[in-house]
Structure formats: structure tokens, C-alpha cells
């Protein structure tokens, strides 16, 4: 039995310049594990431990995924081995390519009980590459997941659910996106980051007839975001009160209190 | 024509769909409970496809039998709303369709055949237009429910499909909300909190505030993902709520740009903070740069 985490290597859009015209440059970007994924492949920890399973990473993006940087930064996390595309042709692929590319990986691999996947991506954010990956694998998807227990066709899982919970059976293979704060990820220690180094790293050359069946998005242009107007009047605070009076008489007069 | 297919999983909240579906005819494909299929059937779409009723079947795993309606149909255009079931959907129309899926949009038109999308990308830091040679899926945040006409001619007709969802999930057990989740896109008035609130028992300062001013209160992403000091429900930024109040006043907020996304369309902006150098500072309507344990206070005592 095998549990797949589905994890991203990819820049944070905080560290991104954009230009006038609304290009966004990454350039000075690094890219890292997606900020969410370390609950993921936590919560696949547990489970793999708890069932005895294989606990296999996955990722699709350009090549820097199968850099040695990356490697490190994912395998440390407690990964026992990963399998990656790395082409420059999935560099910066929307949701729906991501998700095509990664169910061809998934595809390859054997007695896959359940693909948990972060909340969503750091840099598109869009929470939807687990609901396009589990449409491509024929498999239902959930969310907001919290805990998975059990092993390969009796899974239980338990979500977060209209401000409460609910518990689901699954007697199939699932996709499963965890809930932002489903664990605590465990922070990986100098032995992690050692071992890391002896877990190895396959590759899978992109399949172009997989990825040619999403159609093409061609950008027609781009624009900076469109912010309203502010004031930008800045009080000095250092006199409490006084910045508390002007703020107050600046508010009453826009009619907002 | 063009043709819009709306996703609906148990929440009839489509007021936003329905906008960016204007000028089309519009089909409703609807998963979960029959009262459900009747609000939307008076929403004011053209058709309503109805799955029949759940039992303790979750809603996901409806996702093939909407895939099947959908890429049969074959609509210009797919809607969904952000809700989770609402994605899972999508996630399997899309891929029916071969389509891509976009989040975020801005402005949405069905163009010769293909789609035209404006979106926000990357947390917001900028909008791009695509076009897409043939359907897309666009998800988007559902918004709220649609007067529906009062006479029952209005509506349109519901026509049941028997659809049998995928039958590896049950629903072993739901515990229902113990507390009202609060919707803070309806509040006129925001008090949020961040990071330069130092310890749990120092929220007090912003709740005095809050309840001063009749405000909701709500907090940037740490408070209530790191830290769990608030419930997910509380949390304004791009993957949390997205807001539009009257007034919006942020505490301790820097102004990064994954929480300043989700109140961009507040009406005005005031912020407390010590670091004048702070991003929000400089995109707020009132800076008080200063610290927030004198201002919030005096601010309170003031109003």
C-alpha cells in the first residue's frame, strides 16, 4: 500500500515585482516547498506509519523540482521517496495542467490508497489542482480534511463541515486535501535533512499527449491589480489621544461612523 | 445564445454565477437536497437538473454524474461557486470538458465560441486576461441568494436525473456547528486583528473596539491558522473571507498582500500600526502609525 502526497515547489508571489503592465516577475522568487504541503505530507506520516505503508511524494513543475535543493527541502520532511516531472514546459502550468501531469505520475505508481495534497499553492492559491487530479484518477475528492485513519479500502476521514465536522467511509482510493491546520508539521531536524539525502528522487518524462488534452489558455494581457483610491493620511500616534480625537472628527466627517 | 451550466452542491447561494452568466441561457445542475433545487429553480436560471437526493451520500461524489451531464452538454461556459463540495464539481467538469479552470475572476464573456476571462492571479498582485479557444470553468465566491420571484410561474421547471454517485463514500456521521459561523462579508463594519496583538488576552483591546463601533471582529491569516486564536470563519485574506464593509479597521496588520486582497473593497480603511514603513500604511485611508496597546484605547474612549 502506498500513500502519495502531492506537494508543489514554488515561489511565494509576496517576493514577486510587478511591473506597471501588470507582469509579474519571479525572478528573485526562490521557490520552496508550497506553504501548505508540510501538513500534508505530515498527515501522510502518520498514516503511513500507522498502516506500515510507503509514504511517496509527488510534484510536477519546471526543472528546478528535481533540484537538489528541492529534494532535500521535501525528503527531509519525512517523505521515503519522491517521483517528479521536471520540464520546463510545466513551468508555471496552470490548475489544470498541474493536475493532468500529476495524475499521469500517480498513474505510474501501484496500489495507491489515498493522494493527500495541501490546502492550496502558494503562489495560485486557486484550491482546485485536488479536485481536477481526483477527476483525472476517476477518484472522488474531499476537503478540509483533518485526520485520515485506517489503510487501502477502509479509510476514515474526518472534515471540517458547514462550521462543524463530519466523518466519512471510503472504500476506494480518495484524493484528499488537508485542512490548513489539520497537524502541526513536524520541523525537520539535521538527521531528517541527512536522510534526506539517501531517499531517492525519480523522474517521469512529461507525457505531451496527457498535457495536450487541457485546452490552451493564451494570455491575451495583463494589468496591474485595480486598487481604489486612498487617502494614505498618516497620524502620528505618539500622542494617543490626540491621534484618537483627529481620527474620530476625520471619520465622522466621511459619515462612516 | 451562449450556454452557461451552473454547478450547485446543497447551497443555493449563486447570486454571483448567475451575474457572470448574464446574457446566456443558463442550466443549473443541482446535487444535494430537493429544496435546494427549488430555490435555485426561482433564481431566476433558465433549466434546473436535479440529482435526486443525497441520503448519506456526500455531495463530492456526485462530481462523475455531473462530469457526464456537463460534457455531454457541452456548455461555452462552467460556474461553481468557491464552496468545497461547488470545487469538487468543477474540478470534474473541467477535466469532462478538457477545460482549463480559472478562480478570482474580475469580468468574464463568452467570445466567438471561446471564453474571455479578466482574474486576479497570484493572490491578487495583478490581473490577467486569457482566452480560451473553447469552454472554461470559472469558480468563484457563490455570493448570496437571489430574491426569487414570488409567483410560482417564475421559476423554472426542475427535471430529475437519476445519477448514481460514485459508491466508495458514506457519510458515517455529521456534527452540526456548535457556534454560528459569522459571515463577514456582510458586515457593514470590521475590526481586524494581526500579528502586533502580543498575547490572546490583549484581544480584549480589539473586542471593546469591535463592540464601540458595532463591528465584526476578524483577523489576519496567522491568528487564525498558526495560532488558532480565531475560528477560519474570522479570517480576511485570499483564501479566507473576502470582504466589502463600510469601514474596515486593521490592528497590528503589516498589509501583506495575501491579507490586504481580501479587503481591498472596503470603503474606508484605517490601520494601527508602530512600523510607519509598513505596506498598509501606505494603503490605508487613516495610518495611525503608533502603538496599538495607547491608540485602540484612546480610540475606544473616543468614539
Known amino acids: ?257 | 445564445m451562449s450556454t452557461s451550466y451552473l454547478l450547485v452542491a446543497g447551497d443555493a447561494r449563486i447570486e454571483t454565477l448567475l451575474s457572470l452568466a448574464a446574457g446566456s441561457t443558463t442550466t443549473a445542475v443541482v446535487v444535494g437536497p430537493r429544496a435546494v433545487a427549488e430555490t435555485v429553480a426561482a433564481s431566476g436560471v433558465d433549466a434546473v437538473t436535479w440529482l435526486g437526493e443525497p441520503g448519506d451520500t456526500p455531495l463530492e461524489a456526485y462530481a462523475v454524474a455531473v462530469a457526464g451531464i456537463v460534457g455531454a452538454a457541452r456548455p461555452d461556459l462552467v460556474l461553481a461557486s468557491t464552496r468545497p463540495a461547488d470545487r469538487v464539481l468543477a474540478g470534474a467538469a473541467a477535466v469532462a470538458l478538457g477545460a482549463p479552470a480559472f478562480t478570482m475572476p474580475t469580468a468574464v464573456a463568452v467570445v466567438d465560441g471561446g471564453v474571455e476571462i479578466t482574474r486576479s492571479v497570484f493572490g491578487g498582485i495583478a490581473l490577467e486576461t486569457d482566452r480560451v479557444a473553447g469552454p472554461a470553468v470559472v469558480v468563484v465566491d457563490g455570493g448570496g441568494l437571489v430574491a426569487s420571484a414570488d409567483d410560482a410561474a417564475g421559476a423554472a421547471e426542475i427535471a430529475e436525473v437519476a445519477a448514481a454517485p460514485v459508491g466508495t463514500l458514506t457519510v458515517v456521521e455529521t456534527r452540526p456547528a456548535t457556534r454560528a459561523e459569522v459571515d463577514l462579508g456582510k458586515a457593514g463594519r470590521i475590526v481586524a486583528v494581526g500579528r502586533g496583538v502580543k498575547s490572546q488576552d490583549d484581544l480584549a483591546l480589539a473586542e471593546a473596539l469591535a463592540t464601540k463601533l458595532g463591528a465584526e471582529l476578524a483577523c489576519s491569516r496567522p491568528l487564525a491558522e498558526g495560532l488558532g486564536w480565531f475560528t477560519h470563519d474570522r479570517y480576511v485574506g485570499v483564501t479566507g473571507a473576502h470582504v466589502a464593509p463600510e469601514l474596515y479597521v486593521a490592528l497590528g496588520i503589516s498589509g501583506q498582500l495575501q491579507h490586504t486582497v481580501g479587503a481591498r473593497a472596503a470603503g474606508t480603511v484605517v490601520v494601527v500600526n508602530t512600523d510607519g514603513n509598513a505596506p498598509y500604511v501606505r494603503e490605508a485611508d487613516y495610518a495611525v502609525v503608533g502603538d496599538l496597546y495607547d491608540v485602540v484605547p484612546a480610540l475606544t474612549e473616543a468614539l
Open chain 1, 1 to 257: 500500500m502506498k500513500i502519495v502526497v502531492a506537494y508543489k515547489w514554488a515561489p511565494n508571489p509576496q517576493d514577486a515585482s510587478v511591473g506597471s503592465d501588470g507582469t509579474v516577475d519571479f525572478s528573485r522568487a526562490k521557490p520552496a516547498l508550497s506553504e501548505y504541503d508540510p501538513v500534508a505530507i505530515e498527515l501522510g506520516r502518520r498514516l503511513a506509519d500507522a498502516s506500515g505503508a510507503e509514504l511517496v511524494g509527488v510534484s510536477v513543475g519546471g526543472k528546478d523540482v528535481a533540484s537538489a535543493l528541492a529534494k532535500k527541502a521535501v525528503l527531509s520532511r519525512g517523505l521515503d521517496r519522491a517521483v517528479v516531472t521536471a520540464d520546463d514546459a510545466l513551468a508555471g502550468a496552470d490548475s489544470a495542467r498541474t493536475a493532468a501531469a500529476l495524475a499521469e505520475v500517480v498513474r505510474g505508481l501501484d496500489d495507491v490508497a489515498v493522494v493527500l495534497t495541501g490546502d492550496s499553492s502558494v503562489d495560485v492559491g486557486a484550491q482546485l489542482v485536488p479536485t481536477l487530479l481526483a477527476a483525472q484518477l476517476g477518484w472522488p475528492a474531499l476537503t478540509n480534511v483533518t485526520a485520515v485513519s485506517g489503510t487501502a479500502g477502509d479509510l476514515t476521514v474526518e472534515r471540517a463541515h458547514e462550521g462543524g465536522s463530519q466523518v466519512l467511509h471510503a472504500t476506494g482510493p480518495v484524493v484528499l486535501a488537508a485542512a490548513t491546520d489539520a497537524v502541526v508539521p513536524r520541523v525537520p531536524g539535521m538527521k531528517d535533512i541527512l536522510a534526506a539525502g539517501k531517499r531517492p528522487t525519480d523522474e517521469v518524462a512529461l507525457d505531451a499527449a496527457a498535457a495536450g488534452a487541457v485546452a490552451a489558455v493564451e494570455v491575451v494581457r495583463t494589468a496591474p491589480p485595480e486598487l481604489r483610491a486612498r487617502r494614505g493620511v498618516v497620524i502620528d500616534g505618539s500622542d494617543a489621544a490626540a491621534a484618537a480625537a483627529q481620527l474620530v472628527a476625520a471619520l465622522r466627517a466621511d459619515a462612516r461612523i
